[in-house]
């Protein structure tokens, strides 16, 4: 379909009707080359536009955004002088109007009558996309068939968020210049966008009639204000609790963890959103990861999570989702959105493969990212907690646990195999080094923990709605405390992890 979509029909697709306006001055440059005159004549006949792409200011869903389209028909959307002045002034002018900016690329790259000129203005175009970013405003783009070359490795892939089409052709070089520089065909599927996403290189594939409902929940989340924090009066009642019991024994915790009906993060999610878009992850929907921009009770936030079962099996946690947690992280920092981890793994992947991607390195970062982000950050562990896996993730402001939920080094069975040879005693060493949601707490590693009855697996919709009202509630309290204090308290708050042990 996309295609035959011109630019003037797919921000037709997107924007409200009536509403855009166009922010393009006429193009009056006359190039000495005849045959590129002629070019550009044949282009603008065909098309109706005077260059290859369309920018202006438009509404989704009532809310106002600028955007940038490019239009294939006219020289396959290539990038020159003209093109490239278009594109830089409509990012600025979204930036000093403070407006969300959407791009929608499609070009074969560079033109090339233009050489290294136009080449050149990808670095003008980049800066004016990194100044709009840095300004806190959101960039978000949408990969069209095909967007190659320098718009693909520029402007193209910086979003904050990098929707695709499917089926689209994505890469550096195109198809044609490789075989006729490396004599060989490049493999069909390794520029198609549904192979990206698998990798964690782009953020969903989208079909284009499905866009614009994507975009309104996106930027209803990344635009939207956290609510004030309430006044201890008007908080409306958390869900009912459980009455209180005793805590549940470690090594019970453990299995309950691992049953296949307990609530994982995805429908933790769906149960207690207002507002959710779900992002694609490395390895796709059987991916160990899931990423998330949502709203809780009137509280915005960007959501990273482990999915630890696809069926019966457990999903390894790799290099792959561990740098789409810092990148997610990161783009929750530059748009001022807290962060909510969700810590429910059984760890990171344990294989040759992983050694050679650098898990151990990847887990490291991610404790930099989190420990340095100046964004609230709210941990919530889930169920299990296994070893680097879930520690790369921990590293909050506050941490919540579910009543069974339980955090180690390694799963109760990896610590009797050290400690005694054999896994036979995986359960009186759970019990005996702490491990459960209470103990933590106990310990200051856990801040709040919410109760289960005595299983979350046979309460889902009750215990998601006790988590979600507690997610929120923190979320509330953690952005309404002014950045240095909170920032001085997690400092702190790290400093000190462990103390009560000994």
Known sequence: MSMSLT???????????????????????RPRDAEYRASLTRARERTGIDEAVVTGI???????????ASEFGFLGGSIGVAT?????????????????????????GTRMQEGSAAFLCMLRITAAVQAHRAAGLPYLTYLRNPTMGGVFASWGTLGHLVFAEPQARLGFLGPRVYEELRGVQLPPDVQRAETLAERGLVDAVVAPEELREVLRRSLSVLTRRALPSPSPSSVPPAPVAPAPAEHPDA????????HPDRPGTRELLRRTTEELVLL?????????????????????????G?????????RPFTAADLRSVRRTARFAEQLGLPLVTVVDTAGAELSVQAELDGVALEIAHCLTTLLSLRTPVLAVLLGQGSGGGALALLPADRVLAAGNAWLAPLPPEGASAIVHRDGSHAPELARAQGIGAHDLAAVGLVDTVIPELPDAADEPAAFCARL???????LATLTATPTTDRLTARTTRHRRLGDLLT
């Open 7 to 29: 630019a003037h029909q797919l921000i037709g697709l997107l924007v409200d009707p009536g509403s855009f306006v166009s922010w393009d001055d006429p193009v009056i440059t």
């Open 58 to 68: 438009g509404r989704i869903g009532g809310g106002q955004a600028a955007l940038i």
């Open 84 to 108: 490239a002045e278009r594109i830089t002034r409509a990012v600025e002018q979204a930036t000093a109007a403070r407006l969300p900016l959407i791009a929608l690329p499609v070009s074969g």
């Open 251 to 258: 090594w019970e915790a453990v299995l309950r963890t691992r």
């Open 280 to 304: 694609d992850s490395p390895g796709g929907r059987d991916g160990a990861l899931v990423r998330a921009l949502a709203v809780l009770d009137g509280q915005p936030a960007v959501v990273v």
């Open 306 to 314: 482990q999915q630890r079962r696809a069926g019966a099996q457990e």
């Open 468 to 474: 979600g009202h507690a997610i929120a509630t923190a």
